[in-house]
């Protein structure tokens, strides 16, 4: 409107433009989290202000599509935000880190296995943060021809050098089988006399330790019988044998020894005998003869002698007397004296001459 009151109106347009670019501050926050931890609010992680006035973070602003909690690693997280004249964008680096040891499972009861058997390692995992697969490592031998105990460790570290908290176990290699005696022999049969020793024996065992065969019992061999000898055996670790026995019998099959005469043999005259015999009793033709007597008397004889056992030694023998030739020479010596004394007599007497007439 003028001086004259007159007024004049028109219209335009004025474009309004925004030439401030927004500004986009990263707060700092923890960038550092343990592996599989829960995704923080990444809204908290920055602040916006447009022409100095602040904008509020919203989660379409942000772009997660890097956003891994369960890799060890780093990713970006990206801001965008237009005020519809001005972009602006800010990234921050998150660092996915494992501090976490792993953990081993394993029955880590200690394990007892037989001599000379067979050693198989326990099952045996190890869980981690981490999803890739960690092996047990098993240190440590075991020897089951050996008794002993052998001490087995068990460790296990994840990619990011975290050493689980080991394990240990013990293997104990026992024998608690018992030995087996092999005695070479069933019974034995030993004469009277002679001398016995044991049969060969040997043990065997699981261990290979040399075990010795303990024998029980006695055997007099100068005495008819029969003794039961047992055979024992106890290994190093306690475990005994199942015995054996056997029997040993003594016996008498020899028949009695008789000196000083011999059988079937004729002694001079006047011999003297001193029979004697090693066992057993004697009859000399019937009568009890004592050992060692000194025979001197003629004869014919018959000594018998018996032993314990029933075994028989018989001897006949002879001491001579007067030879049939000595007798008839006696005979025939005193027919002849008898009949000289006679002829004497006869002559003497005159009986001669009266059987005999002399001629005169
Ligand atoms: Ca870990
Ligand atoms: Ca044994
Ligand atoms: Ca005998």
């Given at each position: 409107?003028?001086?004259?009151?007159?007024?004049?109106?028109d219209t335009f347009f004025v474009d309004v433009v925004d030439t401030t670019t927004?500004?986009?501050?990263?707060?700092?926050?923890?960038?550092?989290?343990?592996?599989?931890?829960?995704?923080?609010?990444?809204?908290?992680?920055?602040?916006?202000?447009?022409?100095?006035?602040?904008?509020?973070?919203?989660?379409?602003?942000?772009?997660?599509?890097?956003?891994?909690?369960?890799?060890?690693?780093?990713?970006?997280?990206?801001?965008?935000?237009?005020?519809?004249?001005?972009?602006?964008?800010?990234?921050?680096?998150?660092?996915?880190?494992?501090?976490?040891?792993?953990?081993?499972?394993?029955?880590?009861?200690?394990?007892?296995?037989?001599?000379?058997?067979?050693?198989?390692?326990?099952?045996?995992?190890v869980t981690d943060l981490s999803a890739s697969g960690i092996a047990c490592q098993?240190?440590?031998?075991?020897?089951?021809?050996?008794?002993?105990?052998?001490?087995?460790?068990?460790?296990?570290?994840?990619?990011?050098?975290?050493?689980?908290?080991?394990?240990?176990?013990?293997?104990?290699?026992v024998d608690t089988t018992a030995p087996v005696i092999v005695v070479s022999t069933?019974?034995?049969?030993?004469?009277?006399?002679?001398?016995?020793?044991?049969?060969?024996?040997?043990?065997?065992?699981?261990?290979?330790?040399?075990?010795?065969?303990?024998?029980?019992?006695?055997?007099?061999?100068?005495?008819?019988?029969?003794?039961?000898?047992?055979?024992?055996?106890?290994?190093?670790?306690?475990?005994?044998?199942?015995?054996?026995?056997?029997?040993?019998?003594?016996?008498?099959?020899?028949?009695?020894?008789?000196?000083?005469?011999?059988?079937?043999?004729?002694?001079?005259?006047?011999?003297?005998?001193?029979?004697?015999?090693?066992?057993?009793?004697?009859?000399?033709?019937?009568?009890?003869?004592?050992?060692?007597?000194?025979?001197?008397?003629?004869?014919?004889?018959?000594?018998?002698?018996?032993?314990?056992?029933?075994?028989?030694?018989?001897?006949?023998?002879?001491?001579?007397?007067?030879?049939?030739?000595?007798?008839?020479?006696?005979?025939?010596?005193?027919?002849?004296?008898?009949?000289?004394?006679?002829?004497?007599?006869?002559?003497?007497?005159?009986?001669?001459?009266?059987?005999?007439?002399?001629?005169?």
């Open positions: 409107m003028d001086e004259a009151n007159n007024t004049f109106s927004p500004v986009i501050t990263d707060l700092n926050q923890q960038s550092t989290m343990e592996l599989g931890s829960t995704a923080p609010d990444f809204t908290s992680y920055f602040s916006i202000t447009d022409n100095s006035l602040p904008i509020t973070v919203t989660s379409d602003m942000l772009d997660l599509s890097e956003v891994d909690m369960d890799t060890v690693g780093t990713f970006d997280v990206t801001i965008t935000y237009s005020d519809g004249f001005q972009q602006a964008m800010e990234s921050i680096t998150m660092t996915i880190i494992d501090t976490t040891a792993p953990v081993i499972q394993i029955n880590d009861d200690d394990i007892t296995i037989e001599l000379g058997g067979t050693y198989t390692q326990p099952a045996c995992s098993f240190s440590g031998s075991v020897h089951t021809d050996a008794l002993g105990t052998y001490t087995i460790t068990v460790n296990a570290s994840d990619a990011s050098g975290n050493d689980a908290t080991v394990i240990t176990y013990d293997v104990h290699v069933d019974d034995i049969t030993v004469e009277m006399g002679d001398s016995y020793t044991h049969p060969v024996c040997s043990v065997t065992d699981l261990s290979d330790d040399t075990l010795p065969c303990v024998f029980g019992g006695s055997v007099d061999v100068n005495t008819v019988g029969t003794y039961t000898i047992t055979v024992n055996a106890t290994d190093d670790s306690d475990n005994v044998a199942t015995s054996v026995s056997f029997d040993v019998h003594v016996v008498d099959t020899t028949a009695p020894v008789v000196s000083g005469v011999e059988d079937d043999t004729v002694y001079p005259r006047k011999t003297e005998l001193e029979i004697n015999f090693n066992e057993g009793t004697a009859t000399l033709n019937g009568e009890a003869f004592a050992n060692g007597t000194v025979l001197d008397r003629r004869g014919e004889f018959t000594l018998v002698v018996t032993d314990a056992a029933n075994n028989v030694t018989t001897i006949q023998f002879e001491i001579e007397g007067f030879g049939f030739g000595v007798v008839l020479l006696i005979v025939f010596g005193f027919i002849a004296l008898v009949a000289g004394g006679v002829f004497f007599y006869i002559k003497k007497s005159g009986i001669l001459k009266t059987i005999v007439p002399t001629v005169e």
